[in-house]
């Protein structure tokens, strides 16, 4: 009884209504809200003082992200894609559950800084998660496959023209830039700075010719936007209007 | 008699022919004028010898808007939306002209400089009631509310790029610059800079690690910005057919 | 008999077969060869030494303009829109061409430089009757002019949002950046950059809520491309689907 | 026997399947590793101490490459569109591959570092011969061609708004910055940067008049970005639409 209830709270497929269940929703947002404090425990600015604060916070998460996964494989056996609790303990979503909460113990026992920086990057996985809960990735996920021949091309295509624009600039700028421009690896920094029109600055040709092929990159990136632009903007709409129906 | 001529002209429910009345569009452009003054009065070099200019200019605008606030409140009574001029004071509308109205008076009282900030900030508000005049804001928020889902989805999207992308860089760079990529949300500043494609430069990676992982940064940044602009853009244009019928 | 000839050789609307005649197809070129020649002759690099060339070239152009003004003025009454070379000398487009004239001779008479600015300004209007000439800029213009409502309320927007966020960097910064931030006209010209996603980053916020408020503005500032983007695009593929048919 | 083999293999028109032969394919990864190759030995950090390492990948592509041409030029005579090798090798296509070629072998023989530029530069032609191979520039070339007008028409828009806003910050800023802006053509490296929304920011203005301009330009700047985008969009759409059929 207590298993068919938590399966129809925590597993979206056992779920009668539509959208998530209510501990779903709640669940969803806990972990936003551990992601929020993983980010601000990294600012001294925000954590000075509050280190007991901040370890409170890790435990109340830990505690509960254990329970909730705890709650799943009991729950799992029910739902006929699982059967039993290990065949779903071994599931993708289910695997980033654990590591998450390995992240969480580990750092407490004196790990080294190069491995808390990894345990860190996985507590980002966390993320991952949150695509098992609405239909916003899956959606994004469709209209990417969908279109994955496409954007494919779009890709090579813009990879071609930086690497183009990167030979352009590396043999017009070499020798008046040695530091940014005294390779090809080293002007693909500007090429993609250019042809995505982020455009830092911090790197820009100065010889005549250099700029003149610096123009044609900068218009050329034009097409380069406009070519996934357009294609995206096709996929979503069709992505958007299958769902609607 | 006068009340029936005031809510022809002032009420556009009340209005005749299409669009605004002549007092309304009037009205709009003494808001217009009233907030270029509040923008330029900011700015010494325009007021610089010209304070009684500026002066009677606000006594100008605070005697236009109080008579117009009073008449409004006088026609009110024949809109049968609200009935007696208490029920229109107190919707939105008007609370917004009343705040207004209280921005004008107040600095005069010689008030502490931060709540002239306030205030100042407080009559930018105008903007907000020019949103009652125009199809402008109407056909844009209608277009936002249709495709609020889908728009959420993109900004829930976004921001988990900006977390990834944060996170990144605050690991290849944490070292090398700890002023600018010191924390997590340190890094997201470079990052909304990447990913919206302004590309500011005053902060950049300097390790190949953290420009390999902002080149990346950077080229999702423009399904970032494919994304929106395809669903605003079917939205615009399915709210501007809607219009034409 | 060398009237009708002239007539059918420069008049667009006197031209038999499509596109234009090849008369005019030369003139296109020279006008284009005489905006290169002014745009040339501002750069001392490319200009010293090769003085007699340049005067010999301004010669040349207005030798070549001065016949096509007269031959165009002696043709004009063919055209039964005009009836008499009186009637075309007061159109819009003879105008331009006489105002190109007089700014080829009037530099030759050491008038002061700040006329020569204006006179070489007037140059640049060239580009205006390269108009008449062909498809390109009809196409431009009756797409515009179709949906000028849609790229007001655009540019409406755009201008509030602007000035929303001027006011909200200006309350942030202003403490700060005196110099950058210290009235609401000089945070705008950050505000251009940041909402049109150019983003020079010679000014830049340096608090964490003028950063915040940055980041919003940079995020809306894709919404500040994609509206107009996707009226354009709309307008545009309208415009070429008609001329098609 | 073998030549029908190799026919069958090499050239795409006699492969009975769908996409491309497995040689082809082989083909394919192999030129975009020589590409890489010729990438990475120009920085510096990533070939100091490999240089033999280098060497035997130049020598293991000439001769990869040298077969490759010589099973092409065998296979040739079966293709009714050759008939003879001599007819294929003076196509385009093969041309390439011949200086391709040429680039690996003349390196060594101890030409001017001038020559060594444009071979280098030659060899990035490798990717050309990418296009044989792929439905994605077949496509690309053909929705650029299709549009070839529209694109036309807003490649000369872009321009004219170009030598205008060139024109604008001219005259507003020669005088404070001679540098930057004291001719058109300089001031056109500040324009090209602004329309396409890069922003380096290395030249900004500096006085209000020219401020004032650059923020027409940089807002101008997006329907440059807009007009090209709807059009690519469509076409792109429309050639994967009829590429589907």
């Known amino acids: 009884m207590l298993q068919k209830k938590l399966s129809q709270a925590l597993d979206p497929e056992m779920h009668d209504g539509p959208g998530l269940s209510r501990t779903n929703n709640w669940i969803v947002a806990l972990i936003c809200l551990s992601i929020l404090l993983g980010v601000f425990e990294t600012e ?33 056996s029910l739902n006929p894609r699982y059967g039993s609790p290990w065949r779903y303990a071994l599931t993708f979503a289910s695997l980033v559950d654990l590591i998450v909460l390995l992240a969480f113990i580990f750092p407490f026992l004196g790990l080294e800084a190069t491995l808390f920086r990894m345990f860190r990057a996985a507590r980002l996985v966390r993320l991952a998660r949150l695509g098992r809960y609405s239909l916003a990735m899956q959606m994004i996920s469709q209209a990417i496959v969908q ?22 600039l590396y043999l017009a700028e070499r020798d008046f830039q040695p530091e940014n421009f005294g390779s090809i690896p080293r002007a ?51 992505a958007l209007q299958n769902i609607r129906k």
């Open 147 to 168: 279109r994955r021949y496409e954007l494919g091309v779009s890709i090579v295509a813009a990879f071609g023209l930086m690497l183009l624009s990167s030979t352009a």
């Open 44 to 76: 001294p600015n925000l954590t000075h003082g509050l280190e007991p604060l901040y370890a409170a916070a890790h435990l109340f998460f830990f505690a509960a992200f254990l329970i909730e996964y705890l709650a799943r494989l009991y729950a799992a």
């Open 188 to 238: 693909m920094w500007w090429s993609v700075a250019t042809l995505t029109t982020v455009g830092y600055g911090d790197i820009v040709p100065v010889t005549p010719l250099g700029r003149i092929f610096a123009a044609f990159t900068a218009i050329t990136g034009i097409g380069f936007i406009a070519l996934p632009t357009g294609i995206l903007a096709g996929a979503f709409s069709e």
